[in-house]
């Protein structure tokens, strides 16, 4: 029987040929940013280039101390930190584990300049041990290579 040839992951396969992905996070109910965090993390770990784009509301899961427990509320109705708590109780990675994935997995994170300044925070301190670049939607568009998704969250 020849040998099937078995899936490259990881971050060393991304090239050219890699479907990469890009998210524009712009809702700030925690659910949407949550599964757009598992997502990228997702498709990092299998070797696609991955870009966050986050702008709007969801620009609280950026900012320096736990700035995501100002995340609209889940759609359950909860807080943002009580469903991060009841979503940890069940074993789902939390929103501070999965930013630290994405970090990790070499996720690029780009933090919308109109979208601070729409929230009124023009010099936003973003959270430890997070890598973000403040820029515009041409940055977002112009990394975006040809083939590759873009969705809109």
Request: overall charge negative; charged content about 15%.
């Amino acid at each position: 029987m020849p040998d099937t040839p078995q899936p490259s992951a990881g971050p060393a396969a991304q090239g050219p040929a890699s479907q990469g992905l890009a998210i524009v996070i712009h809702a700030g109910g925690y659910d949407r940013v949550h599964y757009a965090l598992v997502m990228a993390s997702g498709a990092a770990a299998i070797g696609r280039p991955v870009i966050l784009f986050f702008t709007g509301r969801a620009l609280w899961t950026l900012v320096a101390d736990d700035g995501w427990k100002a995340l609209d509320f889940a759609e359950d109705g909860s807080s943002a930190a009580t469903r991060d708590a009841l979503l940890s109780h069940r074993g789902v990675a939390t929103m501070p584990e999965l930013l630290e994935a994405c970090t990790a997995l070499g996720v690029r994170i780009i933090a919308c300049e109109m979208g601070w300044r729409a929230l009124g925070l023009n010099k936003p301190r973003v959270a430890e041990g997070l890598t973000v670049e403040t820029a515009g939607v041409v940055t977002l568009l112009g990394a975006v290579q040809p083939g590759h998704h873009l969705v809109f969250v």
